[in-house]
């Protein structure tokens, strides 16, 4: 079964729900970051849910934040532990099981800061009709899905549910968080995405762009890399298998339901409800997802 929402009664108040994950108070300083199995395609939830998405989501970040913390020391994260606090009531420990982690709580940058290794998306779409990406210059003759040059850092403000997120200048991105803090966000992005976008290529992934979000430590002024990171949800991954210059690739996990949304002309619409061959088939890709980046299976790792 799916996993909805946990039970936790009184136990801990509901701070926000978005469209995938519940965020819970623990204390002052500390929050309960939970992922459910929703899922989104089009920019609308599904119904019903992705068995064990949530897990894999919760895991491969916890995964992350490891790999990146040992790669980059000087990065800090808002990672506490996987445990669940004590007060939750013993059903919905269980569920929380493998998809809730503590994290600190931090005033969050209200940007979404992104990072792209390959011309794909509205960035290829922007490129084709003027040769840019998000008003920079870049090289002519690429072709669609080619690698850039260089990774490049494309920031865009953080919609409210149900808004779309605007790409905007970097120095837009600088007027709205303060120009010191616009360019540690961009040297980290820049850095997590290269060490990250070199290990997954050995595993057999192209991570061709991908978006983090930060927080500020108020007491160090500290810029915490937060939010989930490096998963399916928040990057486009591809199969280095079947990549293909000169068209657009198949992404590695929502393809079916994409295209199964499209075929029966359910693209967009809400409460859409996923057939049980697609919500298979999409678990299974998650499932894949998770092995081929940890080397370990989400089974194994949720033991
Ligand atoms: P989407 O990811 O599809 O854009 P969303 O971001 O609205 O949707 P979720 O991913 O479901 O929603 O919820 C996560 C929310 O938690 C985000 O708004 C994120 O900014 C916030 N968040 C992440 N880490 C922290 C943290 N350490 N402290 C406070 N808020 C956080
Ligand atoms: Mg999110």
């Known amino acids: 079964m799916a996993y909805t929402r946990a039970e936790l009664g009184a136990s801990l108040p509901l701070l926000t729900s978005g469209k995938v994950r519940e965020l819970y108070e623990v204390d002052s300083k500390t929050l309960l970051f939970v992922a459910s199995d929703r899922i989104s395609a089009y920019d609308v939830i599904m119904k019903n849910g992705v068995p ?141 995405y290269s060490v990250a976008k070199e290990y997954a290529r050995q595993q057999g992934i192209i991570i061709a762009d991908t978006k983090f979000e930060f927080g500020l430590d108020q007491e160090t002024e500290e810029v915490v890399l937060v939010d989930e990171v490096l998963t399916p949800d928040s990057s486009r991954f591809w199969s280095r298998q079947t990549y293909a210059l000169g068209q657009s690739q198949d992404s590695f996990d929502k393809q079916y339901l994409r295209d199964w949304l499209t075929a029966n002309g359910l693209k967009g619409k809400g409460g859409v409800e996923m057939s049980e061959e697609v919500v298979k088939n999409t678990s299974a890709k998650y499932a894949e997802a998770f092995e081929i980046l940890t080397g370990k299976s989400i089974e194994a790792a949720t033991q």
């Open 52 to 192: 064990q998405k949530g897990q894999v989501l919760t895991l491969m970040t916890a995964f992350w934040f490891d790999y990146l913390q040992k790669q980059i020391p000087d990065l800090r994260t808002h990672f506490l532990g996987l445990n669940v606090p004590e007060s939750v009531p013993v059903q919905a420990k269980v569920q929380l099981r493998n998809r809730s982690m503590l994290v600190r709580r931090l005033k969050i940058f209200p940007i979404e800061a992104i990072v792209r290794g390959y011309i794909t998306g509205s960035a290829w779409s922007t490129y084709q009709k003027t040769g840019e990406v998000n008003g920079k210059k870049m090289p002519e003759g690429l072709q669609e899905s080619q690698e850039f040059p260089e990774p490049i850092y494309t920031p865009s403000t953080k919609a409210e549910l149900g808004q779309h997120d605007e790409n905007i200048s970097t120095e837009h991105a600088a007027e709205i968080v303060g120009q010191k803090y616009a360019t540690r966000i961009e040297q980290l992005s820049l850095k997590i």
